[in-house]
């Protein structure tokens, strides 16, 4: 199984960098997608393996878009062993301040989308192939103010163990990767003042997906893989977030008024941060 072939959809993000350097140091050959051809275009430069890995504007969420990533992985490729779909979207926001079209965003982005990505790769995969998805601690742990987004990303959790017994007749493996806040530039650059040391690095992530789509989780159909680090959800979470509130200043006088978090704790990243 080392040396596949994957389509990485959403790998302009936060974890598509550290996800493409480690499959790619096995020797895998991967067709990146994103819908920003620039941000594509520094991606590659980034990870810089041309011939193993080759880029492909597309959006992975429109079915006809997926359906010509996926087809021409193959053409490039020879062939598919499998998807790993970065795509996701982050909203935080208690329920009375959390428009109903933020709701919805959430399910296609971090839901919907791969199941459009899924069925557009599933026809070119056979026995061994591999199918790995990311999600929350939040699904298990659904704290205050985060309700769109776990519940988008319980949606997805919740069909990829169903998904996971549909295809394993064929052999496929379906399972993903459940992450608290992943450590990144980004992140540091927009909460210059909380710790992320105890958040996990991209690195991990991407451990955990080598080896997902790696011959060593041969027997792993379903699972959920928590590389959580050492953060800790807590009750820190309830509150308006201020980005929420600033959306509709009309209904922050009714909201429940918000519980400070701790300065420095990792646990109070997630309130503040921006959609
Ligand atoms: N980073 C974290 O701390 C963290 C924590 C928990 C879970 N996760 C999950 O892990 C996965 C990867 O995380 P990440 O931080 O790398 O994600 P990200 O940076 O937020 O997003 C990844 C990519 O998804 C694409 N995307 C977003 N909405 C889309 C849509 N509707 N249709 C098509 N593409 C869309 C964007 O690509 P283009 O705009 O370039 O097309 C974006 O670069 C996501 O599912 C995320 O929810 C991340």
Not at 77 to 97: E, N, Q
Not at 119 to 148: D, I, K, N
Request: proline share 9%.
């Amino acid at each position: 199984m080392t040396g596949g072939t994957f389509l990485v959809t959403g790998a302009t993000g936060r974890l598509g960098p550290a996800t493409v350097a480690a499959l790619a140091a096995r020797g895998d050959r991967l067709l990146l997608t994103g819908r920003d051809p620039a941000r594509l275009a520094r991606l590659a430069d980034e990870v810089g393996v041309p011939g193993r890995v080759e880029t492909f504007v597309a959006d992975p969420s429109d079915p006809t878009d997926a359906q010509r990533a996926a087809a021409h992985a193959v053409e490039r490729f020879d062939g598919l062993t499998g998807l790993v779909h970065l795509v996701g979207h982050f909203v935080p926001g208690p329920l009375m301040l959390t428009d109903v079209g933020d709701y919805r965003t959430l399910m296609d982005d971090n839901f919907l989308s791969a199941v459009v990505a899924t069925q557009a790769v599933l026809p070119h995969l056979g026995a061994g192939g591999r199918l790995v998805y990311f999600t929350s601690p939040l699904v298990a742990e659904p704290l205050a103010g985060l309700s769109a987004y776990a519940a988008s990303k319980a949606a997805l959790t919740t069909w990829v163990r169903s998904v996971a017994h549909e295809v394993k007749g064929r052999g496929i493996h379906a399972n993903a990767v459940s992450l608290t806040i992943a450590d990144t530039p980004a992140m540091r650059e927009e909460r210059p003042g909380i710790d992320l040391d105890h958040t996990v690095r991209p690195e991990h992530v991407a451990y955990a997906v080598r080896f997902l789509t790696g011959p060593e989780s041969e027997g792993m159909y379903g699972a959920v893989v928590p590389v959580h680090g050492r953060f800790g959800f807590s009750s820190a979470l309830a509150g308006g977030p201020p980005a929420a509130a600033a959306r509709r200043p009309d209904v922050a006088p009714a909201a429940p008024a918000a519980r400070p978090a701790p300065v420095g704790r990792p646990d109070a990243a997630l309130a503040g941060r921006p959609a």
